[in-house]
């Protein structure tokens, strides 16, 4: 054996000048939407108008010289028009909650991503920035040749024009916002003034640069990519869920035409592959590829497709909303409805029936106030000054109403049980009777109220014994009867 290293053979692989080296991330494309008018188009916009409308007009309509709807969080108080909730009616907040959710399962069920397509503030805000782009731009080819082109003072000011109006809008949406849980009009002032709290106005920013961002440029990056919806969806869907479909067997194979030209002579599809499906679908997909996550199932390629066949002559609903069922076995319109309610649909339902029933229920039988008793852990039992066994609580009690309300206390289960109460009024305490004097909580507001109970030493046994607090409205007439227990200590 050879004492010296051994050389080491190394190979070099020459690459190719002609080699083409891909990638593992492919850059993202710009989709350039083009406009479109048609059926769904026109019912994609009526939503917009429609849930706009609520979003930005609603904060601003006064209810008994309040905001209609607002969710004080300093205040601790939901104001939902007539309703007034408080954190302790958090289980109306979940079951909401779960019937949107289960709502979300039923329209999937029923029409794919119909959400998506029409209602999704994501949507929507496109649209709207979409549009503005469009007004200050120009139209789908002018917006690309004018990116394309090089930097000139009418495409900078073009640029800076759009910029300002989505961020003026943006900055108007997140006011408005903050405007549901600061009331609008006070938040109005304060901005007027520039008087505005660090947390609104960092919520105002934070909101404004979400819209700014999603809308005007994630887009539809959103929706293929940080949407969770777009990846279980799929689990809703069968064979007999609404979605824009393309008609393969009608279209394929697929050619350009003259409209003049018979496409059975040319042994043709109805498609021409003209392309503008692609063009308008705000995700950029191709529908004739079949079912994709990314379809938000808006319908423009639908609009746009039935307008090219009435170009052409040709029978509409090439690219429409159908079934898989629909496609394969050539259903009509009457046995697509026919299928709609299906075992799922039919669940669904029901238990969103009975979910809004029993929450619609719950709050027509619901008492506008609430009370909570809580024993005094300081002092457990003791004897007054006159010689009497003292038990001491601390009532709350929550005025759901918009109305300055009037409460009576009463406590029974055990004989000859005396309250002494502070009037919260500053008046003389309540002394040995069981509703002596009203004790008042001012509308939408919570009062605290202590509460002596007093009863001769050497009546009851040891122990506990239950005792139960009655306090009714003196206006309405309710009654909430709250349980608690009367301490005897030992000897």
């Known amino acids: 054996m050879s004492d010296k290293p051994s050389a080491r053979k190394v190979s070099v692989t020459t690459v190719p000048l002609d080699t083409v080296v ?9 989709i350039y939407p083009r406009s479109i008018f048609g059926y769904f188009t026109k019912w994609r916009w009526v939503m917009v108008w429609i849930t706009q409308l609520f979003f ?36 109306y907040l979940t079951a909401i909650l779960i019937v949107s959710a ?7 069920a029923i029409a794919g991503r119909l959400w998506c397509g029409f209602t999704c503030p994501q949507t929507v805000y496109t649209e ?42 943006a900055l108007w949406t997140g006011f408005t916002f903050v405007g549901y849980f ?39 990056q959103v929706c293929k990519y940080m949407c969770p919806y777009a990846r279980f969806q799929s689990a809703m869907f069968d064979d007999d869920t609404l979605m824009v479909t393309y008609n393969e067997a009608r ?66 609903g090439l690219i429409k909303f159908s079934t898989q ?59 007054s000054e006159d010689g009497k066994l003292e038990n001491v609580y601390r009532l709350q009690i929550m005025n759901g109403t918009e109305n300055e309300q009037h409460y009576l206390l009463s406590v029974a289960g055990i004989k000859d049980l005396a309250i002494e109460s502070e009037d919260i009024n500053g008046d003389d305490k309540l002394k040995n009777s069981t509703h002596d004097k009203s004790i008042v909580v001012k509308p939408a507001e919570s009062r605290s109220v202590i509460v002596d109970l007093r009863i001769p030493d050497g009546v009851l046994e040891e122990g506990s ?27």
Not at 102 to 108: C, D, E, R
Not at 265 to 286: E, K, M, R, W
Not at 357 to 374: H, K, N, Q
């Open 102 to 108: 289960l709502s979300l399962f039923l329209f999937t």
């Open 22 to 30: 891909a990638s593992l991330y492919e850059a993202q494309q710009k």
């Open 325 to 383: 069922n629909a496609i394969t076995k050539n259903w009509s319109s009457q046995q697509i409805l026919q299928h709609v309610l299906r075992p799922r649909v039919l669940i669904y339902a029901a238990i969103i029936t009975l979910l809004v029933t029993a929450i619609a229920s719950s709050l027509w039988f619901r008492i506008p106030f609430r009370v909570d008793v809580m024993r005094d852990r300081g002092v457990m039992a003791r004897l």
């Open 251 to 316: 279209g394929e194979p697929r050619g350009g035409r003259s409209s003049k030209v018979d496409s059975s002579s040319l042994a043709l599809g109805s498609c021409i592959d003209c392309s503008l499906c692609v063009q308008v679908c705000p995700t950029g997909i191709d529908i004739r590829d079949g079912l994709q996550y990314e379809c938000i199932n808006c319908g423009a390629c639908a609009d746009v497709c039935d307008n090219v066949m009435d170009k052409m002559g040709y029978e509409r």
């Open 128 to 169: 709207i920035f979409l549009w503005i782009e469009a007004k200050v731009e120009g139209d789908r080819a002018t917006r690309m040749r004018l990116d394309n082109a090089t930097t000139s003072f009418k495409k900078l000011l073009k640029k800076i024009t759009k910029h300002f109006l989505w961020i003026i809008f």
């Open 56 to 91: 930005y007009v609603v904060p601003w309509i006064e209810w008994s010289h309040r905001q209609a709807l607002l969710f004080d969080l300093n205040a601790k108080r939901f104001y939902i028009f007539k309703l007034v909730l408080y954190p302790q009616d958090l289980i």
């Open 182 to 220: 600061t009331p609008i009009r006070e938040l109005f002032r304060e901005f007027i003034q520039i008087n505005v709290s660090p947390w609104e106005t960092f919520w105002v920013g934070f909101y404004g640069f979400a819209t700014y961002g999603n809308a005007g440029f994630l887009r539809e």
């Open 465 to 491: 014994h239950k005792i139960d607090f009655e306090i009714k409205s003196v206006e309405t007439g309710d009654a909430v009867t709250e349980r608690s227990v009367f301490l005897v200590p030992r000897n």
